[in-house]
């Protein structure tokens, strides 16, 4: 029981075919595609709604020269939520990034993505765009900093629930 009184009880099930493809030597990734389902419990007196349908997804790298990769990634997940009547948000998303390596021990990394999150039982749905930029410096094989920059927002059809995000991160990684 959540929070409302609401029985989460849930059962599914994914059923999904895929390759490891390896298009070219400079093309590889994995792709799959399938069918899912997700039951709620119905025998209590406000029963959640079930989601089904296409289940997909695709990690692609593409190594256009020795010092840029880029990536595209596409999926659909479904994630339960605790939101009165809604079931769970049924999510649609895709990114694609590049990493370039400027010098030997500096990689710069940018990436835009987009996804779509419907809730499942609610007229709701909202979308996030995102974009980022980051610097990564190799001081040594076990330590690196990062300085980056990232925008994050939330659209919704829902009024006074948007937000605008930007963050400047400063890291210092230790790698063991």
Known sequence: FDR???????????????????LSHLIAGEIFLGYLEQHYA?????????????DFGI??????TPLLTLHLNAMRQISDITIYLASATDNKSIRL?????????????????YRNSSFVGLSRMDNYPAA????????????????????????SNVPFIVFDDNTVTLALNLHI
């Open 4 to 22: 409302d009184g609401q029985k989460r009880s849930t059962t599914g099930f994914r059923i999904n075919g895929g390759l490891n493809v390896q």
């Open 42 to 54: 119905k025998n209590v007196p406000l029963p959640l709604p079930d989601v089904s349908g296409i």
């Open 59 to 64: 990690a692609l790298d593409y190594y256009a």
């Open 97 to 113: 990034s590049a990493d370039y390596e400027l010098l030997r021990n500096v990689i710069v990394t940018g990436y835009a993505s």
């Open 132 to 155: 980022g930029i980051k610097g990564r410096y190799l001081v040594n094989s076990n330590i690196s900093a990062d300085l980056g920059f990232n925008y994050s927002a939330r659209k």
